[in-house]
């Protein structure tokens, strides 16, 4: 015998999971892409500075590029974040 669970998730059908798992994938390799070209604009910008004020060290380079990193993870998170809470079933 097969015994029933009570959790709306578990209780889903195999045809559901198979449809909801692409999304996903491609959500989050969205958030990854959009992560990539935030931290490459922010290393591009920060070349370019450096080039133009003549900097001896790449002084604008390293900074926008830790810009954009902190800037490309609190866009991601809060995208994560806020999409995980569109996930929970309904009552």
Not at 42 to 51: E, H, P, Q, S, T
């Amino acid at each position: 015998m097969k015994k029933e669970s009570k959790h709306p998730i578990i209780d889903q059908s195999d045809a559901s999971k198979r449809k909801a798992t692409p999304n996903v994938y491609l959500k989050y390799s969205g958030m990854a892409f959009q992560m990539g070209i935030i931290i490459l604009l922010g290393a591009l910008l920060g070349r370019k500075l450096d080039a133009y004020f003549q900097s001896p060290k790449p002084w604008f380079t390293m900074v926008f590029s830790l810009v954009a990193v902190a800037a490309a993870l609190y866009i991601s998170l809060k995208d994560f974040l806020s999409s995980g809470n569109n996930n929970q079933p309904h009552k």
